[in-house]
């Protein structure tokens, strides 16, 4: 079993879809996170929470809301989006109460908007 | 300018090379650093962490300059496997737990 697992693998959705992606980690961590990786740009910090509670939202559109209903879940919700948005979306995790952990990343979700 | 910067590349390297990537980081508060690799089309996953006193794992060799904000990372004795983008991560910047990533390097080993 992966320590944290993203569904689904792939999407393609309309500009007028709602969809959610969602994350599950069996890490024991306490602290998740949301990036994009779009073609030739680093990845980019979207949102994180730590304990349940959002400690991070990177000028993210709004069109994107995340969900953490506990600290194993993470979900970002997804609604009229753009086709510039398509990208890999990379859920991850740590341990929040020291930075010199690493994240753990899950495989992604590869969206694209059509 | 950026808060980790990496060259790009491609690095194109023979089978048994030496080759070594650099990063630099702009926020002289960041508390720990890592390499990240990530093959295509795949998530990134922990190669190694990087100490003040630099560390070594088999073929791989990290040192950290503090006073020049600069990372490095060796990879002696190139494997065709080793093919793939290396990350450099920053995490604990202004007392935050954001891990913030370079573009990457993309080495390719040859045969």
């Known amino acids: 079993e992966t320590g944290v697992t993203q569904t689904p693998r792939h999407l393609v959705m309309g500009m007028t879809n709602k969809k959610s992606l969602k994350c599950e980690q069996h890490?024991?961590?306490?602290?998740m996170y949301w990036y994009k990786q779009s073609a030739k740009k680093p990845l980019e910090l979207m949102f994180v929470?730590?304990?349940?509670?959002?400690?991070e939202n990177n000028s993210v559109p709004s069109r994107f809301s995340p969900e953490c209903p506990n600290s194993s879940h993470l979900f970002l919700h997804l609604h009229t989006l753009q086709p510039e948005d398509s990208a890999l979306y990379l859920c991850?995790?740590?341990?929040?109460?020291?930075?010199?952990?690493?994240?753990?990343f899950g495989q992604g979700t590869r969206l694209t908007v059509v | 300018r950026k808060e980790v910067e990496q060259d790009p590349g491609p690095f194109n390297v023979p089978e048994g090379a030496t080759v070594a990537f650099n990063c630099t980081y702009s926020?002289?508060?960041?508390?720990?650093f890592f390499w990240y690799r990530q093959d295509c089309r795949k998530e990134p996953k922990l190669l190694m962490s990087?100490?003040?006193s630099g560390n070594e794992d088999g073929r791989f060799t990290a040192q950290l300059n503090r006073a020049s904000q600069y990372i490095s990372l060796l990879i002696r004795d190139s494997k065709l496997s080793d093919s793939a983008t290396y990350l450099c991560?920053?995490?604990?910047?202004?007392?935050?737990?954001?891990?913030?990533f370079g573009t990457g390097t993309r080495l390719k080993v040859l045969a």
């Open positions: 926020n002289s508060a960041s508390q720990s």
């Open positions: 991560v920053v995490n604990g910047v202004s007392g935050t737990y954001k891990y913030i």
């Open positions: 890490l024991g961590h306490n602290a």
């Open positions: 929470y730590s304990l349940e509670e959002r400690v």
């Open positions: 990087v100490y003040s």
């Open positions: 991850a995790s740590s341990q929040s109460q020291t930075s010199r952990t690493e994240a753990f």
